[in-house]
């Protein structure tokens, strides 16, 4: 054989080589995003239609019913019922274009299967009904640009129903997410929010599990992840207020309030672009002065990235700091 000829075929087998190189890390992909989708059917709750009109009025008049149904989450097993509604987000400090992707008025089937969205505020309302009238038993917000489709319940102790969670599940095709309501005290108490996004696309994507529990029978998100040929998983337990992420230390944080109630006024007046601001005390925090409920925007694994971060924001009249909080 040639030297050319020679050459041709090993590029011929480098070429087939690097195909099935890439093929390999797709079929990956595939699996994992499979997984991820079948995962979320098996704990899909039946499809679930919009609220009736009596809880509708709730609402404000420009929202509109997503998602409604009850669920056994109250004291001693009671049903609670659920609504979630949506409405376009006023437009923040911190938001760049305000232009939408959207060429029609917003409606429902937008907030549950469009893509993308422009930005939009989601509330999450918690009531019981005595006799012909709701009562609101708490509420929870968040801004999103993705769809919400369904909803299911965990527990942060599912053996002795501690700690009862609503699982919002938003987005489509390759990128997902769970954003958890979390009632660490139960329904009427004070809320966390976290969201865990997954999917991928090309070499690199991850599975969010909220199926896995610890020792002690408490639950744990678990996030197992692939880039190229690598791959692992990380484990964030729950640690009395939240699944802690010891990964991203350096908090972008928007303000430190003396009371709960301020950090929730807080929220309700500066929106968020990305998911809901995080609420969190600060005597949780190794590094952080205590007797604050800070108010976070983000958090980062490094210290410059948390203070580009935190420029963005300034650049569009926020008010930020960044801070190592352990």
């Excluded at 087998?13 to 099935?20: H, K, M, R, Y």
């Excluded at 890439?22 to 595939?30: A, D, F, R």
């Excluded at 989708?37 to 009596?54: H, K, N, Y």
């Excluded at 319940?153 to 954003?179: M, Y």
Aim: net charge neutral; proline share 5%; glycine share 6%.
């Amino acid at each position: 054989m040639s030297r050319s000829a020679n050459h041709k075929s090993l590029s011929s087998v480098a070429i087939l080589t690097s195909e099935a190189t890439t093929m390999h890390k797709l079929c990956i992909l595939i699996i994992f995003l499979l997984a991820a989708i079948a995962d979320c059917i098996a704990q899909e709750m039946p499809d679930l239609a919009a609220a009736p009109a009596a809880i509708q009025k709730l609402m404000p008049a420009h929202a509109i019913s997503v998602l409604f149904d009850e669920f056994p989450i109250g004291p001693n097993g009671s049903k609670v019922l659920v609504h979630v509604y949506g409405a376009l987000a006023m437009k923040s400090k911190s938001s760049g274009s305000a232009d939408t992707p959207l060429d029609h008025p917003l409606n429902r089937q937008d907030l549950m299967s469009s893509v993308p969205l422009p930005n939009c505020r989601f509330t999450v309302d918690f009531l019981v009904q005595q006799g012909g009238t709701f009562e609101r038993l708490n509420r929870a917000e968040f801004n999103s640009v993705d769809p919400v489709n369904h909803i299911i319940v965990k527990w942060l102790n599912t053996k002795e129903r501690v700690g009862p969670i609503l699982a919002v599940h938003a987005g489509a095709t390759h990128w997902l997410g769970w954003q958890l309501i979390i009632f660490p005290d139960g329904v009427n108490k004070p809320a966390t929010l976290q969201y865990f996004g997954y999917g991928g696309e090309r070499d690199a994507g991850n599975m969010i599990s909220l199926d896995q529990l610890d020792a002690n029978g408490w639950m744990t998100v678990r996030d197992n992840w692939f880039e190229g040929d690598k791959k692992g998983e990380r484990v964030f337990p729950w640690d009395g207020v939240e699944f802690a992420d010891r990964k991203r230390p350096y908090f972008v944080i928007l303000a430190s309030c003396k009371t709960r109630t301020e950090a929730d006024t807080f929220c309700e007046l500066h929106l968020c672009d990305e998911g809901a601001l995080e609420i969190r005390p600060s005597s949780h925090y190794s590094k952080l002065k205590t007797g604050f409920y800070i108010v976070i925007a983000n958090r980062f694994e490094t210290i410059s990235n948390a203070e580009g971060y935190a420029r963005d924001l300034r650049k569009h009249g926020t008010v930020c700091y960044v801070r190592r909080a352990f």
